[in-house]
């Protein structure tokens, strides 16, 4: 069965560093989702992506981060300069047209931890 | 962002009994609701899903209900199983906007 990829599925890194978190949707996917889940709360919504470009955005995703799909393959969500309120698990999750009805489908998260 | 509330953090049930889960959202403007089910160190996997069209939804074990006029609903889950237990999310969308989730309730199933 097709999943969503993510890798590392744990990173650490120093206050201040740039950190890519790099994530493999299914391949006939079409919408591309970052979301992020700080321990011991709710899945909150990053970013969506579509057509090269991003659709949707949430307050959390300010100038410090930044999304890219490289290649036909891979989706990247870059932070600039990670501060120590940036350590949590991150999602992937890609769904295929049809409208928000489709199902997303989650990769299994990239621990980030800033110290 | 509270457009969709899970007041309860936890639950716990006996095997064999049902489990009822529920959400609560403010924006009527949802109109496709999902529940998700996560396991530690798994991302969340889609469980069941139910139209604004629609009250009930039923996939074996595991029925949706959805109360619009009390902006309200429910997953069941019977007989409940061990391999059940997990950290449930239900998550909302309004037309072609996409999803948002609620805090989660972590299900526990005792053998």
């Known amino acids: 069965e097709p999943e969503v990829t993510q890798t590392p599925s744990h990173q650490v890194t120093q206050m201040g560093q740039e950190v890519i978190l790099r994530c493999v949707p299914i391949s006939n996917h079409l919408y591309f989702y970052w979301y992020r889940q700080i321990l011991g709360q709710k899945v909150e919504f990053l970013v969506s992506f579509y057509n090269n470009e991003i659709s949707e955005k949430s307050e959390i995703f300010d100038d410090q981060f930044s999304v890219e799909r490289p290649d036909g393959s891979n989706f990247t969500l870059k932070i600039r300069s990670t501060k120590l309120e940036d350590s949590a698990m991150y999602f992937c999750?890609?769904?295929?047209?049809?409208?928000?009805?489709?199902?997303?489908?989650f990769g299994a998260g990239t621990r980030l931890s800033v110290l | 962002d509270q457009q969709v509330k899970q007041n309860s953090p936890s639950l716990s049930v006996q095997e064999g009994r049902i489990s009822i889960l529920n959400c609560d959202y403010t924006?009527?403007?949802?109109?496709?609701f999902l529940w998700y089910k996560k396991y530690p160190a798994e991302g969340p996997t889609f469980l069941i899903s139910?139209?604004?069209?629609?009250d009930k939804n039923e996939d074996g074990r595991f029925t949706v209900f959805l109360n619009k006029s009390a902006k309200h609903l429910s997953l069941h889950i019977v007989p409940s199983q061990p391999g059940d237990s997990a950290v449930y999310f239900c998550?909302?969308?309004?037309?072609?906007?996409?999803?948002?989730f609620g805090a989660g309730t972590r299900l526990t199933v005792k053998p």
């Open positions: 139910i139209s604004s069209i629609k």
């Open positions: 924006n009527s403007m949802f109109d496709y």
């Open positions: 999750a890609s769904r295929g047209g049809g409208g928000a009805k489709n199902i997303q489908y």
């Open positions: 998550a909302a969308s309004a037309g072609n906007n996409d999803m948002r």
